[in-house]
């Protein structure tokens, strides 16, 4: 399997408000990026989108390192919250219903055909593709927010 090395991060100004988010991936020589914008939405939802775009760009199936700032994603799965969630039928420890389900899923279904490391990174710090991440998914923000209602674009749904 080839092996991509991905990175990704979400923003959001006001939480919720205006996000963005975006992608690096990295294969051998070759390098790609890809940023949007959703109008109304959380942080945690930025980041997992990056994450979920990020494997969906992947035309094949591939050993992946993402790397992201998120705890939120990598504890998940590092830790183990998805699996005590699947066996607690979508409920917290709390017995509330796991937020942002539907992102959730999606991410764990595009895992069912890569091998994926989970990798945390520091926020804000001197990492490179990090904070290129970071600079391209604010933009998204900073290039989108001028929009009128009528004119942005729809948040997107997935089942």
């Given at each position: 399997?080839?092996?991509?090395?991905v990175y990704t991060d979400?923003a959001?100004?006001?939480?919720?408000?205006?996000g963005?988010?975006?992608?690096i991936l990295q294969?051998?020589?070759?390098t790609?990026?890809?940023?949007?914008?959703?109008?109304?939405?959380t942080n945690?939802r930025?980041?997992l989108?990056?994450?979920?775009q990020g494997?969906?760009a992947?035309?094949?199936n591939c050993?992946v390192k993402?790397h992201?700032?998120s705890s939120y994603?990598?504890?998940?799965f590092?830790k183990?919250?998805?699996?005590?969630?699947e066996?607690n039928?979508?409920?917290?420890?709390?017995k509330?219903?796991v937020?942002n389900?539907?992102?959730?899923?999606?991410i764990?279904a595009e895992?069912?055909?890569?091998s994926?490391?989970?990798?945390?990174v520091?926020?804000?710090?001197?990492?490179p593709?990090?904070n290129?991440?970071?600079e391209?998914?604010?933009?998204?923000?900073?290039?989108?927010?001028?929009?009128?209602?009528?004119e942005?674009?729809?948040?997107?749904?997935?089942?």
């Amino acid at each position: 399997m080839k092996e991509v090395v991905v990175y990704t991060d979400g923003a959001c100004s006001g939480n919720p408000g205006p996000g963005g988010w975006a992608v690096i991936l990295q294969y051998g020589p070759h390098t790609k990026e890809l940023s949007g914008y959703i109008p109304d939405t959380t942080n945690n939802r930025m980041e997992l989108f990056a994450a979920l775009q990020g494997l969906l760009a992947l035309k094949e199936n591939c050993t992946v390192k993402l790397h992201s700032d998120s705890s939120y994603l990598i504890n998940a799965f590092q830790k183990g919250w998805l699996k005590n969630w699947e066996r607690n039928g979508w409920k917290t420890s709390t017995k509330k219903p796991v937020e942002n389900q539907d992102l959730w899923r999606a991410i764990l279904a595009e895992t069912q055909r890569h091998s994926v490391e989970w990798v945390k990174v520091p926020g804000h710090q001197d990492n490179p593709l990090n904070n290129r991440c970071d600079e391209m998914a604010r933009g998204q923000i900073k290039a989108n927010r001028h929009l009128s209602v009528q004119e942005k674009a729809p948040a997107i749904e997935i089942d």
